[in-house]
């Protein structure tokens, strides 16, 4: 006789309990670090980045890779994560708060999407809830959500889950919603280059779930916007990479990936030791590596289990698990980036797992019948582990001696840890502590002009001029083109009254920033010091043109023509 197996599934009034206890409790696991500052790329992207504070610049959001950063060669091109930040400037100006706050509405907004979404595909209640739930509460979102850098990725997250809704209720292309998900599609994309994979997933779903006109759906409109995109990003960015290949190949480049893929499978089914800097990352650079076979033995694994599963009819179980891998590709380095792994890289393939993840256990629950308890049980002890995990993680997030503290703790041969935590103790003049550790970075790597740079400043300022020079010298043999070096030489040249030499170093650093204003006030005034007052007053003209309103240039200019004139 057949034994009918009931599905898993408490009633609907309970469903929308749990649904606003999902969100709710988002809301308090995350609620800590909304009072959290702008910390590390922050800097760059936000808090020194004038493109963000005026609405006339927005068009060149879309035209310049220049409004991205205040400084750095970000080769990226996310223009929509940029109108957002102007919309949080607008709002809130320059308090963290506010930034925060859209960072953790947006990820509500993509947890509830993503129940959605499942409901769509599965057309069972439960599922979607401890889909959800795993999503939400989950600690390896952290990054994403607790990090206001994050924003691209929870924006083309709610993009992307948007349109793969939308398609999924209007497979026909006469359909609005087909069309819907063709512009969220568009949005996606214009908000970071993860969203490619989504004409992938709908392929995949396709498959998966068949239905009788299916030939009445074109993929044409999706195309055509990643073409569309890829032009813009060629022109903006200027190139394809962002760097060269870890490891200096393609193959080094993939066979890291392998590894790579299987560390984000242990930080989603084990999520410790959390880190915001996997600088260390080793990368692999051949396949006998039993790092690389191990990983290459459990990809082979997983894609095995997800052709079985669609050959047994379990289709979202499969899918689940192409998700995962399928969304990994755009940060997989087979087109080089300047990171290895992120736990952000993991925001939208991780709902892959946590979709499988839910399917696997409402499958259990059902055929447990009466032992259901179990599976709640158990879903609730899951919950209030990684809800807690998250809390503890959010703490992190908080403080940026933390902040940069965990990752030193957790990545000892992290150099640019140490660095960082050493900028922010002399930051807050706490000398002796940042001079240790800049040396405990250059102990792990002693070619790092940055940290000889700061450091010279830090002797500079304690009147050390011969440690200065030293350390100076040092940072200009590993970056020559550095201005900014130049520029702190010739002043110690200055100083010592060698003024042949200050000028020399002036005039490096001007070579290499014609623009730089320190650099041709003090060469003026060194010209001065000479009575070379022709070439003096020279050098502050050049100034006034690019600080028109620099009244001591103008002064200056004044007295080198009368000093010239009296002969």
């Avoid at 606003?20 to 992207?45: C, K, M, N, Q, R």
């Avoid at 952290?142 to 889950?161: H, M, N, P, Q």
């Avoid at 993929?219 to 903006?236: A, E, G, K």
């Avoid at 393609?250 to 600088?279: H, R």
């Amino acid at each position: 006789m057949r034994i009918l197996i009931k599905p898993f599934a408490p009633p609907s009034f309970k469903i929308n309990l749990l649904f606003l206890f999902v969100i709710l409790g988002t809301f308090y696991i995350y609620s800590g670090v909304l009072t959290g500052p702008f910390i590390w790329d922050d800097e760059h992207f936000v808090l020194r980045n004038p493109s963000i504070r005026s609405i006339e610049k927005l068009p060149e959001y879309f035209t310049s890779k220049e409004t991205y950063a205040m400084e750095g060669d970000f080769a990226i091109y996310r223009p929509l994560r940029n109108v957002s930040y102007l919309i949080d400037y607008i709002l809130f100006g320059l308090n963290p708060l506010g930034f925060h706050a859209v960072n953790l509405l947006l990820h509500i907004q993509n947890i509830v999407l993503m129940a959605y979404l499942v409901k769509l595909m599965t057309g069972r209640n439960f599922i979607p809830i401890v889909a959800a739930t795993l999503f939400a509460f989950h600690p390896v979102q952290t990054e994403a959500v607790s990090w206001i850098k994050g924003r691209d990725d929870l924006i083309c997250t709610f993009f992307y889950l948007a349109s793969l809704a939308l398609y999924i209720k209007g497979r026909d292309k006469k359909s609005y919603l087909y069309w819907g998900s063709v512009i969220s599609f568009a949005l996606a994309l214009f908000s970071k280059e993860a969203a490619l994979t989504l004409p992938l997933i709908i392929l995949l779903y396709n498959l998966h779930f068949p239905k009788k006109d299916d030939t009445k759906t074109s993929y044409h409109p999706y195309m055509y916007i990643i073409l569309l995109y890829l032009l813009f990003r060629t022109i903006v960015v200027g190139r394809v990479g962002q760097t060269d290949y870890w490891g200096g190949s393609f193959i080094s480049a993939f066979y890291t990936n392998w590894t790579g893929m299987v560390y984000y499978l242990k930080l989603l089914f084990f999520p410790v030791n959390l880190c915001a800097d996997y600088l260390m990352f080793p990368v692999r650079t051949t396949l006998f590596d039993p790092y690389v076979l191990g990983a290459l033995f459990i990809i082979v694994l997983f894609l095995g289990i997800a052709v079985l599963s669609f050959i047994k009819g379990r289709r979202m179980l499969s899918l689940s698990i192409f998700w995962f891998f399928i969304a990994l590709l755009p940060v997989s380095n087979m087109v080089p980036i300047q990171i290895i792994i992120a736990e952000r890289f993991l925001y939208l393939p991780s709902i892959g797992i946590f979709i499988g993840s839910a399917v696997f256990l409402c499958d259990l629950g059902d055929r447990l019948q009466k032992r259901q308890w179990i599976i709640v049980f158990l879903l609730s002890v899951i919950a209030i582990f990684l809800a807690s995990m998250t809390v503890d993680r959010n703490h992190v997030w908080t403080d940026e001696h933390l902040f940069w503290s965990d990752v030193a703790t957790k990545s000892p041969g992290n150099t640019r840890a140490w660095h960082n935590l050493a900028s922010k103790y002399q930051n807050e003049g706490n000398i002796p502590e940042a001079i240790s550790l800049y040396q405990k970075a250059l102990m792990m790597e002693y070619h790092s002009p940055e940290t000889h740079y700061q450091l010279g400043r830090i002797y500079r300022g304690e009147g050390d001029e011969e440690k200065a020079l030293s350390e100076f010298y040092a940072a200009l043999k590993d970056d020559p083109e550095n201005s900014d070096i130049n520029y702190e030489i010739g002043n110690l040249m200055s100083k010592k009254g060698w003024y042949s030499d200050a000028i020399f170093q002036y005039k490096k650093a001007l070579e290499s920033n014609p623009d730089h204003e320190d650099a041709l006030y003090d060469l003026g005034i060194v010209y001065m010091k000479q009575k070379d007052y022709g070439l003096a007053a020279m050098q502050f003209k050049k100034l006034l043109i690019i600080v028109p309103e620099n009244k001591m240039a103008v002064g200056f200019i004044e007295y080198c023509e009368r000093m010239e004139r009296e002969g």
